[in-house]
Antibody, heavy 118, light 112 residues
């Protein structure tokens, strides 16, 4: 059974940091592109970051460049999203997902909620 | 960035009747390799998004054949031939041809 389990979300003040983790199982993680997608309270979906299997190709949404860092540990079947200098507009549910091919995202986690507020 | 525009944003359909959602992109989603990277997702209440259709017209595993996708270049359509109660949810198109991958605003399908 495929599982993607996110953790690390929570309430943080503006300017603060969080590190999201996603533990994968049930599929070939080490050969998979992994992505983070967020969903705002109004239900809009937004792609945030993506990394190829060996970590040599990475993409970021412009609004998170320089603040968010995606990384992975293939030995632990895990992908991470380090988020710094958080803003109120980063408040969202963050999903970890597997991008099988050019946006064909076939596995999704249940999400972890990030709230940036005083 | 490629902007994805869906219409309508809301749809109320009687069970057994058809439904159609349009999705338009500001750039062609046809890759030089011949594939078109336009995908459809559905999010049901309380659940994560799930892949419905990929590369315009291929159904994801387990998706019933009442769902079909069509289109090319910048104009795409998702059709449900006969809506059922279980089809309630928010439908999103998404382009995967370039970073950042971008989604449409979502179409909320409800049953009359």
């Amino acid at each position: 059974e495929v599982q993607l389990v996110e953790s690390g979300g929570g309430l943080v003040q503006p300017g603060g940091s969080l590190r999201l983790s996603c533990a994968a199982s049930g599929f070939a993680f080490s050969t998979s592109w992994m992505t983070w997608v967020r969903q705002f309270p109004g239900k809009t979906l937004e792609w945030v970051a993506e990394m190829n299997p060996d970590g040599t190709r990475i993409g970021y949404l412009d609004s998170v460049k320089g603040r968010f860092t995606i990384s992975r540990d293939n030995a632990k079947n895990s992908v991470y999203l380090q988020m710094k200098n958080l803003r109120a507009e980063d408040t969202a549910m963050y999903y970890c997902a597997r991008d099988l091919s050019w946006g064909r995202t076939d596995y999704w986690g249940q999400g972890t909620l990030v709230t940036v507020s005083t | 960035d490629i902007v994805m525009t869906q219409t309508p944003l809301s749809l109320s359909v009687t069970p057994g009747q058809p439904a159609s959602i349009s999705c338009k992109s500001t750039q062609s989603l046809l890759h030089s390799g011949g594939k078109t990277y336009l995908h459809w997702y559905v999010q049901k209440s309380g659940q994560s998004p799930q892949l419905l259709m990929y590369e315009v017209s291929s159904r994801s595993s387990g998706v019933p054949d009442r769902f079909s996708g069509s289109g090319s270049g910048t104009d795409f359509t998702l059709k449900i031939s006969r809506v059922e109660a279980e089809d309630v949810g928010v439908y999103y198109c998404m382009q995967g041809i370039q970073f950042p991958q971008t989604f449409g605003q979502g179409t909320n399908l409800e049953i009359k």
